[in-house]
């Protein structure tokens, strides 16, 4: 079955460690996003790509970097973690001409 | 003012009920309209997705579009525990990015 797939599905690290959340999709789709969710905020756009080279900041960028590794692969970093990171990220994917997100299962990042 | 309002409930109702959901939005170039729902720790997945104004039904399931209010609804016919999950409406318009509501928490009770 076509697929996002997040890792890891869980992570705690210490305030100030750096870390790489990874998402990789068998869907096809050419545009892959990364968001975070908080009680109370909902989902937040944190990067977007639209193809390999194309890389776009989303609503809350500062303290994230992103990487568009090849079609299928949206890597996000946190260079250098701290407590109000904590949340559940989610990678989502959508094909061109079609207004449909396809979400991973998210990963749970707690920063002590 | 945020582009999409959603009351987050909780919402409890009984088993068998008529369940509503509403958001509303202050950007009238939206022009799609989707629900998503999401189980505990789960990633969302998409339920409903219209286009413009209008009525849709799948099934148990009727969305809503009712853009001269700038309101989208969505109906949950006969509501089953399995229904119980956060509701999360969204919506975007072309070129652009995709706008969530903060979802709203249901729980139907056998």
């Known amino acids: 079955d076509a697929d996002v797939t997040q890792t890891p599905r869980n992570r705690i690290t210490k305030t100030g460690k750096r870390i790489m959340l990874e998402c990789s999709q068998t869907?096809?789709?050419?545009?892959m996003y990364w968001y975070r969710q908080d009680p109370g905020l909902g989902l937040r756009l944190i990067y977007y790509?639209?193809?390999?080279?194309?890389?776009n900041k989303g609503e809350i960028s500062d303290g994230y970097s992103v990487s568009r590794q090849a079609q299928a692969k949206f890597s996000l970093s946190l260079e250098s973690a701290i407590p109000n990171q904590t949340a559940l990220y989610f990678c989502a994917t959508s094909a061109r001409g079609n207004e449909k997100l396809f979400f991973g299962s998210g990963t749970q990042l707690s920063v002590l | 003012q945020k582009e999409v309002e959603q009351d987050p409930g909780p919402l409890s109702v009984p088993e068998g009920a008529i369940v509503s959901l509403n958001c509303t939005y202050s950007?009238?170039?939206?022009?799609?309209f989707m629900w998503y729902r999401q189980y505990s720790r789960k990633g969302p997945e998409l339920l409903m997705y219209t286009y413009s104004s209008g009525n849709k039904e799948d099934g148990r399931f009727t969305a809503q579009v009712d853009k001269s209010s700038k309101y989208i609804s969505l109906f949950i016919r006969d509501s089953q525990p399995s229904d119980s999950a956060t509701y999360l409406c969204?919506?975007?318009?072309?070129?652009?990015?995709?706008?969530f509501g903060t979802g709203t928490s249901l729980t139907v009770i056998p």
């Open positions: 869907k096809g789709h050419d545009r």
């Open positions: 950007n009238s170039a939206f022009q799609y």
């Open positions: 790509s639209f193809d390999v080279k194309d890389i």
């Open positions: 969204a919506m975007r318009y072309t070129g652009n990015q995709f706008y």
